[in-house]
Each structure stands twice: as structure tokens, then as C-alpha cells.
């Protein structure tokens, strides 16, 4: 469960501890102490409204106790805070969005250990258990994901026509899965008989949770929460698991989405731990290949894997709700791209081209620097530049960083 929000008396003294990750040392030198409490006192001075540390804090700051930790720019001006989730997913612009989330200080802490040998390797498949459950559960569907050894990524759909269709008892449900619900939940479940300001309190706290189940912040807690607290009780220790925000970055266009769905599937392969996608362990491609060997037709959406949103082809009328692409096609491009980077072709493009990219308009080189470089060129807007400021202008936002990049790297072919 989420911690509860902070208790806070303008006025009122406040005693604020904090530690350092399983309460290891993060200030080993006078010299560093002496930074901290200059930038301490470097803070108290601003009088801005993005102050988060004022004179009415007192700070444990005796060299004894002062874990201290993590220091870095919460306190920061507006232009160096992050963005809030909210201002960065905006379901009127795309309802597509790539995620990563890291291990702390991204240790490596869910493949096998090189140095001293010892595998964590079933905390990848935790990861993959989880995130396929919760697509299961939120109106949020799996479009690909790829766990790798300290960090996974995952490309998600928000289905908000979905969650708008579910009856009380759907979302009741549903959040039972999750969580405990509250009284009245569990009273509903169990048939009992609600008076009418029981059922309109209910009814307000359902619709929070339905909300809730389009949220792609609630899906990403949890899927990491149960992960983080099974492996610290396995490792015996406190603290993170996980960095405390995860990146997202919204896929505004077919371009995009390709790319990016293709740039997670490849992970493995650029990382040197597979050879080909269907080896790729811990992928959904690797997951979409089985099941296409399996059944007779493969791109049939009853036919392809459950835990996954389907390919439904090209757009067009009445078309299903589905990932615009073909499967075979997709398929293929994987194959061909992971080919080019296994085989390390330092810039030869082969002559045969996948009809997708030619049906995307994309050029062969800028396909195959995205699918290598994607998250960098770009922060949380990726596709067309037209796309990228037409979103910035609606959500109030001056500038996209990386909005050159989506000039030159979306472009024509």
C-alpha cells in the first residue's frame, strides 16, 4: 500500500530523519557533511513558492546519526523539478506509453550475479508473473516488455472505453484483486444489503478506483511493490528496490509506437544475452512466437496470446481493438532488425527492406538508430514533430525536449 500523506502544521516544528538505502553510509567525509549543511543553509534562504525545505524543519544532523541520505535537487527551481505524472500522460494525445523502471542505482539485483555467482534469475520471471496479471486486472493492456537484469521495460495501452463498461460489481472486483477494499466493498461482495448513503458513499469510491484502473502510475506501483518486498525479505535487507519514479514517454504515432515496441523486444539482444527474439527469455516476443508456431492462424486475434494486446492488422473501418499492425509484419521486423544488430553491420543497411517500414514511411537508417537509442534522443513526447508541439501547445507545456530529433528521425524515408 502507498504510505499515507504527510502530516504537516504550518507553524509547527517538524523532526525529519533521513536514511541512507539499508541504512548504509552516504556521507563519508567531513568535507561532505560540511557541503551538506551548506546547502542546508543555501536552502533555507530562498523565499520562492517552490520552497520544500523551510526554517520551521529542524534536520537530525549530529555526525553520529546523520545516515543522510540520498542527496540530490529535490529542492530545485521549477525548471529541474519533474514533471508530475499527470502533466506527462494526457489520454486525448495517445493512449501508448513506454515505461522503464530500474533497480536502485541500478544494481544488479535480478539475473545472475557475475561476481559472486549467484542467480536471481526467478525475480525476472516475478516481474513478467506481474505484469501480466495486472494486465489482467487494470484497463491497461501489455503491448510488449522485456525484463532484463537490473531494469525492465514495458509498452502499455490505457483502455479507457474498457473501464468506462465495467458495472460497479466489475470494478469491486477487480480491486479486491488488488487490495483489501474498505468495508463497504467487502459488504457488497458478500451480498449484503446497502441503505441508499452506504451505496452513494460506494458509489463515489468506485469510481475513484475505477480511475484508479486506467492509472498507469497504480499499475506500475504495483507491479513493483510486491517485487521490492519479496526480494528484500529474500535478501535480508530495508530500503529501495526500485528507483522511486519509473520513466515514461508517450508513443503519439504508428512510428512511434513500432519503434518503441521493437526497442524493448530487442533488449536482449543488444545486451548480448540472446541471440534471436525467440530466445529472447522474459520478452513478449519471444511470447508471440510460440504461440504463432502453436495454432494455424497465427494472426486470428483469438489466437494469439491472452496476456498480450493482439495485432488486429492495418487501420481501416470498424476497425477491432488491437495494435495497428500485423503480426507477421511486426514479426519480421524484429527478426530483421536484431539480425543487423547482432551481426554488427556498422551502418549497412541490406537490400531487403520489411514492407512495414515502407508502409511506415520511415527511413531503414534512422529505424535501426531507434532501435538502439530511443530512450536518449527523446524525454517523455516521441513521435512526428507536428504531433510532439501539437501535444505541448494542448497540455500548456513551452518546449519538448528532443522535438529535432522526432524532425529527423520520423521523417520520410
Not at 515514461?248 to 521493437?262: I, R, T
Request: proline share 4%; hydrophobic share 35%; net charge positive.
Amino acid at each position: 500500500m502507498p504510505r499515507k500523506p504527510r502530516f504537516n502544521l504550518v507553524g509547527i516544528l517538524q523532526h525529519v530523519i533521513q536514511r541512507g538505502n539499508n541504512r548504509e553510509p552516504c556521507l563519508y567525509a567531513e568535507e561532505d557533511y560540511r557541503r551538506y549543511l551548506s546547502d542546508l543553509q543555501e536552502l533555507n534562504s530562498w523565499t520562492s513558492t517552490n520552497l520544500i525545505w523551510t526554517s520551521t524543519n529542524l534536520i537530525d544532523i549530529s555526525l553520529t546519526n546523520l545516515y543522510a541520505a540520498s542527496y540530490n535537487l529535490l529542492i530545485a527551481k521549477d525548471s529541474a523539478m519533474p514533471k508530475p505524472r499527470k502533466a506527462q500522460i494526457s489520454l486525448d494525445a495517445t493512449s501508448f506509453y513506454h515505461c522503464i523502471s530500474r533497480c536502485v542505482r541500478r544494481a544488479f539485483l535480478c539475473g545472475e550475479d557475475t561476481f559472486t555467482g549467484k542467480s536471481f534469475e526467478h525475480r525476472r520471471q516475478w516481474i513478467e508473473d506481474r505484469l501480466l496479471e495486472l494486465g489482467s486486472i487494470f484497463a491497461i493492456n501489455v503491448c510488449s516488455y522485456a525484463i532484463m537484469s537490473n531494469h525492465y521495460h514495458v509498452v502499455l495501452h490505457i483502455n479507457q472505453p474498457q473501464a468506462q463498461s465495467w458495472s460497479v460489481h466489475d470494478v469491486i472486483e477487480r480491486w479486491h484483486r488488488l487490495f483489501k477494499g474498505n468495508l463497504l466493498s467487502q459488504r457488497y461482495s458478500n451480498g449484503e444489503t446497502l441503505s441508499k448513503a452506504e451505496q452513494n458513499a460506494l458509489s463515489d469510491r468506485v469510481e475513484e478506483w475505477r480511475n484508479r484502473l486506467i492509472d498507469i502510475s497504480w499499475f506500475m506501483r504495483c507491479a513493483n511493490e510486491p517485487v521490492a518486498r519479496e526480494a528484500n525479505h529474500e535478501d535480508a535487507v530495508t530500503g529501495r528496490f526500485w528507483e522511486g519514479r519509473f520513466k515514461s514517454q508517450a508513443l503519439l504515432d504508428e512510428k512511434a509506437l513500432a519503434a518503441g515496441m521493437v526497442y524493448v523486444e530487442l533488449n536482449p539482444i543488444r545486451a548480448k544475452m540472446a541471440d534471436t527474439p525467440e530466445q529472447s527469455d522474459y520478452t513478449s516476443i519471444q511470447q508471440r512466437i510460440k504461440q504463432a508456431l502453436k495454432v494455424k492462424r497465427p494472426e486470428a486475434i483469438d489466437q494469439q496470446p491472452d496476456s498480450l494486446f493482439p495485432f488486429v492488422g492495418y487501420s481501416r473501418d470498424a476497425m477491432p481493438d488491437g495494435l495497428p499492425l500485423r503480426l507477421s509484419d511486426y514479426i519480421e521486423l524484429v527478426d530483421w532488425s536484431g539480425r543487423i544488430l547482432r551481426e554488427d553491420k556498422k551502418g549497412a543497411i541490406p537490400s531487403h527492406i520489411p514492407p512495414i517500414l515502407q508502409r511506415l514511411d520511415m527511413d531503414a537508417r534512422h529505424w535501426l538508430y531507434l532501435t538502439q537509442n530511443f530512450e536518449h534522443p527523446f524525454k517523455h513526447l516521441i513521435g512526428v514533430a507536428f504531433r510532439v508541439r501539437k501535444v505541448c501547445k494542448e497540455t500548456g507545456q513551452r518546449w519538448a525536449q528532443g522535438v529535432k530529433q522526432c524532425e529527423k528521425l520520423f521523417s520520410s524515408a
